[in-house]
């Protein structure tokens, strides 16, 4: 649980790179200032989200411990489908 600082990294396609606050509390992940996000964190540290702002939408999975985390991710902005990693940190 807590404030964590996510870091998402295209690696296939033009969509952007982006860095914000995600927060995680009782296995639930929300974005602050997202209105259409959601995810969810295992007890065995699987994680799963999905976002959405306008015409980009993303989904992404991967695993966290107890300070750090990694995955992957796949979606789109508008016509462009990209995909790539995400890193995140707890701050």
Request: proline share 3%; aromatic share 8%; charged share 15%.
């Amino acid at each position: 649980d807590g404030r964590w600082s996510l870091s998402i990294v295209t690696t296939r396609g033009a969509c952007s790179t982006y860095n914000f606050p995600v927060d995680i509390a009782n296995g639930q992940v929300s974005f602050p200032g997202l209105v259409k996000a959601r995810g969810h964190v295992s007890p065995n540290g699987g994680v799963s989200v999905y976002v959405a702002a306008g015409d980009k939408s993303a989904q992404g999975s991967g695993h966290l411990t107890v300070g750090s985390g990694s995955g992957r991710w796949s979606g789109h902005s508008g016509t462009d489908r990209c995909s790539g990693t995400w890193t995140v940190q707890r701050t």
